[in-house]
């Protein structure tokens, strides 16, 4: 097989990064290795910032969004027993985020690449990268036990955390920093109409709580945990009595029970892996980057790499200059660790530290009061959570 731009991996990155080439009229292929069913149903949470909605309305897929996201511009912190609201799209003069599932955009952009004629192997894990110190570099895949391979100009791993194409990149070339947290998300799926249209984050002594809305119906709920939780140890009883505790405040509605059809404990980690590119392989998304879940990051970083990504490609192809491609690591880690800077920052203020000093708690309610009592704290926040500027 031939093609331009060689794709490993059908998630949000890779199923982005192709519609956009398409649309410049740069051939590419997706390998997966998962099915294409499975790929599409993989449940996952979403906020989508001001800039992926527009990416996604660019290309011609707003549709969706529009009609089942829900836009939001405030989030309510509660801690010290009252409400602390954020009205980000006013700090922001207008600038939004929307509850959108991951799941939900996977499968636009997937009917898109389907619409397109698109070239996507599913079932077929990527084996190795060859070649990419040259310029033709060669992906190795295995389909039905079948050796193939797959030559291009360029490859793109947009193959998640535990993906190939990092290890493609010499060991002496790279460099991990990674910072792991010391407990995790109980996440909670519960047939429940939402308390409130807002999402609401509880930062409270006992743990950090967060409820948003799934469905007019359905509300997504975390609460904090051991790293290594077993979920089965929380009871109902546990989970609602924890919620309550950490998210109720006198005068606001209390948080709705349900029926819980989901429970699942999700671990917290920063990681980032220096540089996002050598010779013709060019990292995206989960396969160079993680964010703690606290700044809602993973889906929209992962859009940002691939606007930068494919802006430079489409000068290679369409200008013949390299410029762009020889600055996408610079250009994608300088706002990478802005946005890895926001997450982590986030997830030291809002989560209760095991052991720590009563100095670092009224420090942390400190920042909590700054953050949320301040013009420049709330400014800052809403810059962050609605998205910093891409430089594509
Ligand atoms: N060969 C082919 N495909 C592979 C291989 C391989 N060797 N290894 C991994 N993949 C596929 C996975 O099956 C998955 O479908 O790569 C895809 C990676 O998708 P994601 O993990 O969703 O990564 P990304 O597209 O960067 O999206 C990041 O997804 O995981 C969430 O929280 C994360 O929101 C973030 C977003």
Redesign the pocket.
Known sequence: MRTQVGI????????MLAHMLHLEGIESVI????KRE??QN?L?A?VLEQGTVEMMRELGLGERIGQLGLEQHRIDFRFGGESHPIDFHEATGGRSAWVYP?HEV?KDLMAARTAAGAQMLFE????AIEGIDGTRPVVR?EKDGVAGELHCDFVVG????????RRAIPAREGQVHDRIYPFGWLGILAEAPPATNEVTWGCHEDGFAMMSIRTPSVTRLYLQCEPDENPDHWSDDRIWSALHKRLDVPGLPPINEGRITQKGVTAMRSFLFEPMQHGRLFL????AH?VP?TGAK?????MADVKVLARALEQHYQRGSQDLLARYSKTCLKRMWLVQRFSAGLCTMVHSFAGDSSFVRRLQRADLDYMTGTTAGRLQFSENFTGLPIDA
Do not use: K
């Open positions: 490993i991996g059908a998630g949000p990155a890779g199923l390998i997966e290795r998962s499975h790929v993989r996952r979403g991951q996977v077929t894990p990527v084996t895949f947009c193959d998640g955390f535990r993906g190939i194409s995206a998304g989960d396969a993680i879940p993973g889906l929209n970083s992962a």
